[in-house]
């Protein structure tokens, strides 16, 4: 008995997933720094740790200025 | 100077999920009647120039962080600790360096230091399962899910069974921007030893991820 048409398109879309997948679990990589890159690409930082950071920051005094920054900010005086 | 927008990180891992279950979001105590930060809105930075540097460079800080430690939470903690004490002694940094290079020499230092403690040699890991879950759940495809997971676990186990030394010179090679010179004033060493240490962390890599399948 031949399958009804419905279930035969579920085995194809079944099949077509495992193809995909073998495709992409196979995928080689020509260095290893190419493997970290493609690693690193999917480890981002999560987004609650901006907010951290910026509250975290928020919370501190004004870090000082260097001599050569206060001196390299200055304006020079009108004329 | 003029400063562009700042946005908050890209919604490629949604850690948030991870994160929400395990450690709290924020330190910092929330205004009265402000409540916690949502994950997807901007962080309010009260200096742009240090919310550019944060956007700019806490990706690979990050990565660094992560898989030297091995650990994600640690990794967002030490994330963390970093940039804010690049941001209290911003003050020191006068630019003989870039910043990158400035931000990777803070952070290198500090997971050093607690990868020395004994609590780090002590404590258990809890970079178990859910957590690898949680860090593909915003990936679309479930294949892609299953390829990303074993990449990053394969990598970390890797990365994990190599000498430091090794292991912080691959993680440092792979970001585009640094030179063979920084790199080896950052490991301190001349740049030729850096070259010989990376041919050899390479042949290493590759034999144990062999193993690791």
Avoid at chain 1, 37 to 49: C, F, I, S, V
Wanted: with cysteine.
């Amino acid at each position: 008995m031949e399958p009804k048409p419905s279930k035969l398109r579920h085995e194809q879309k079944q099949e077509t997933i495992g193809q995909t997948g073998a495709q992409e679990t196979a995928r080689a990589f020509s260095s290893v720094e190419e493997m970290l890159r493609e690693d690193a690409a999917t480890n981002g930082p999560p987004p609650a740790l901006a907010h951290r950071v910026a509250d975290s920051i928020a919370s501190e005094p004004k870090p000082a200025r260097s001599w050569w920054q206060r001196i390299f900010s200055r304006r020079p005086a009108n004329p | 100077m003029t400063t562009k927008p700042v946005h908050s990180e890209s919604s490629l891992v949604s850690d948030g999920t991870r994160r929400a279950k395990s450690v709290p979001v924020s330190r910092a105590t929330p205004a009265p009647g402000e409540g916690p930060p949502a994950a997807g809105g901007r962080p309010k930075w009260t200096s742009l120039e240090f919310g550019e540097i944060y956007e700019e460079h806490s990706r690979p800080i990050y990565y660094l962080a992560l898989r030297f430690l091995g650990d994600p939470t640690q990794a967002e903690d030490a994330t963390h600790d970093v940039f804010l004490k690049a941001y209290r002694k911003l003050g020191e940094f006068r630019g003989d360096s870039a910043m990158r290079t400035w931000l990777y020499r803070i952070t290198i230092n500090h997971c050093k230091n607690l990868l020395q403690t004994w609590h780090q040699r002590n404590m258990v890991s809890n970079a178990d399962d859910a957590i690898w879950e949680g860090a593909v759940a915003s990936t679309e495809n479930p294949l892609r899910v299953l390829e990303v997971k074993e990449l990053g676990q394969r990598i970390q186990k890797t990365l994990a069974a190599l000498p430091e030394e090794y292991r912080l010179l691959l993680l440092l090679v792979a970001d585009e921007r640094l030179s063979y010179d920084e790199m080896a004033a950052l490991t301190e060493q001349s740049a030729d030893a850096v070259r010989g240490k990376l041919h050899r962390a390479r042949k290493a890599f590759i034999a144990r991820f062999h193993k690791s399948a």
